[in-house]
């Protein structure tokens, strides 16, 4: 049942570039420039006139509702406002009529984030469900939605379902912007026919497996670890530190690389390891500079960079390269050496990297 690998959660990282395409199918047609997503069809003209958007989740799907926020404002130009399930749940939000709440839930099943859909239904929002599991509660409760359709995860540590929601919800970025005319016709084309690309491009980057080990046995008895990245690359640092500290059990924190000067520059000295998304990017200068702070304090740097890149090998400790891509689907490519990163650590700790203490698959109490 485990195809031949140790573990369900490597098998699970294995298993993305497969499962992103199983995703889209269907659902893209690069050379027209369409995205078709039949499960929110019906409200396609909403969409065109939605003010807001509210996105509701808890622990990785709330990641992946960051990576979310950046796409439809870059793309779709609708204000997101992400939130956790638990906090919104409790502070008698604003919510109208008019909003439309996306809830992003692998389960289906996550207690909180279906009480805040309970909630926000009540107050007349329309609710759009990001789900994995077809058939369980969440997508019952919502009025329309998309299934992510990865398969089944078993591993206690989402990974492929992260990669899922992240590709769904880009889909919906993509949509949204189709109906309200903020993308060109020919830009649709070059995203779509990029994204098309990019389980090849995932595949590729599994390649680095090897290496990431023995990367991992350098970092293996570190007691703290901070990740830092910038845009898009920020959810992406928070989803690399919650993998670590999961399974691994070793503290990490994720952080806006620039916020890092404004308190968790303290920590650095030599013993402290930094993963920095540094990829080729718009902030790819700014993310240096950032390095070089951390190198001064004699920091540890490991940079996931763009292949072929030359400069922050100058600066880095050790780097992992992954291909280029637009900054669009960034997440989805740096994702993948950092589950594998902590995947490698928690396995050298000895630690249950399928189920690790005290966490369960879905948490259906709040
Ligand atoms: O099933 P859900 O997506 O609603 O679950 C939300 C979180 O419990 C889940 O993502 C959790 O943070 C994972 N263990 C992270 O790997």
Redesign the pocket.
Known sequence: EKGGYEHFMLKEIFEQSRSIRDCMRGRIYPNEGIVQLGGIKEYAEKLKNVDRIIIV???????AGLVAEYLIEEYARIPVEVEYASEFRYRNPIITEKDVVIA???????AD?MAAIEMAKERGATIFGV???VGSS?PRLTHAGVYTHVGPEIG????K??TG?VTVLTLMAFYMAQQKGTVSHSKLVELLTELDCIPEKIQRALESNEMIEKIAAKFKDSRNCLFLGRGSGFPVALEGA??LK?ISYIHAEGYPAAEMKHGPIALIDEEMPVVVIATKNSSYEKVISNIQEVKARKGIVLAIVTEGDTEVRKMADYCIEIPDSSEAFLPLLATIPLQLLSYHIALMRGCNVDQ?RN?????TVE
């Not at 989740?57 to 990641?63: D, E, F, L, Q």
């Not at 992003?104 to 996550?110: A, L």
């Open positions: 989740a808890c622990g990785t799907s709330w990641h992003i839930s692998q389960s289906g099943e996550t984030t789900c994995n599991v969440i206690v540590a989402s990974t379902a992260f929601q919650l993998k999961e690790p966490l369960a698959k879905s948490v």
